[in-house]
């Protein structure tokens, strides 16, 4: 299948694991994802674990942090500092020394800031006990991070305005905005209605004139579409659509199969 009216609507990246991100007009993208993609990650030194908003037991206050590069990364580069501001405002630099200290004392933790490694890092899961459509409600789940990265599964989270509105749609009440699901692209497939993602598993799309990206599956929500997010609210009937409508599926992951720039209104073959 070609679906050449379709289009590269936004772009996004989270320079710090489960904090708000920042969008871009363009962005390289190599092998492991959007260039800058998760750079950092909060690791809790009790567990050695990583902080993740899925767990909001633990960690109710991530998406009041935001992270933002001070410049934009550049391939061939080291990576750039990173702001980091928290929620009472105040921010600091991923290059400051006292870095650690401030996260510690703003999470009420122990807490390192921390680049990926090639050493495992595990992260935790909370599933919402009054969510009775999901499998064991109200437990806890542990997690691993693919090698040398701070994702949760997949290297690129792709979703589409198709699902969005067909979401919207089915909870009229709620606020259905992309922030919700922390895509990394968002892409507008015109004329096309449900949740169109399902019928791109084993396809591979072409943004551009160059960079491939092989879907490889369907992205399971979690309890972190239904936190507050800035001014959104706090709404479990977001994923209880989801559970309802499509299985618990919003958006897909992919691989990257050729790596180059991308941009915010390139076209999008699908086949």
């Not at 902080?51 to 990364?73: G, H, I, S, V």
């Amino acid at each position: 299948m070609i679906v050449n009216a379709a289009k590269v609507t936004s772009l996004w990246r989270y320079p710090v694991k489960s904090m708000m991100g920042e969008e871009m007009n363009a962005c390289d993208i190599t092998k492991k994802g959007l260039l800058g993609d998760r750079a950092f990650g909060v690791i809790d030194m009790s567990t050695s674990k990583l902080a993740n908003a899925k767990n909001p037991l633990k960690w109710p206050n991530m998406f009041q942090y935001r992270a933002a590069f001070t410049e934009p990364p550049q391939l061939l580069s080291s990576t750039p500092p990173v702001r980091i501001t928290f929620p009472d405002g105040t921010a600091i630099l991923s290059t400051d020394e006292e870095k650690n200290t401030k996260l510690s004392e703003s999470f009420n933790r122990t807490v390192q800031l921390s680049s990926p490694s090639s050493l495992d890092v595990e992260f935790e899961g909370y599933i919402p006990e009054d969510i009775e459509e999901l499998e064991n409600p109200g437990s806890i789940f542990t997690r691993t991070s693919p090698e040398g990265t701070f994702f949760d599964i997949g290297i690129v989270h792709i979703i589409t305005t198709s699902t969005i509105n067909t979401l919207r749609k089915s909870i009229p009440e709620s606020r259905i905005e992309p922030r919700r699901f922390r895509p990394n692209i968002i892409i507008d497939v015109p004329e096309a209605e449900g949740f169109v993602e399902n019928e791109w598993i084993g396809k591979t799309l072409t943004i551009g004139s160059h960079v491939q990206l092989k879907i490889l599956q369907p992205t399971k929500r979690c309890v972190m579409t239904t936190l507050a997010q800035g001014d959104l609210p706090k709404d479990p009937a977001v994923l209880k659509s989801i559970v309802k409508n499509n299985a618990g599926s919003f958006g897909v992951y992919a691989e990257v199969v050729t790596d180059g720039k991308i941009h915010a209104g390139d076209h999008v073959d699908i086949k």
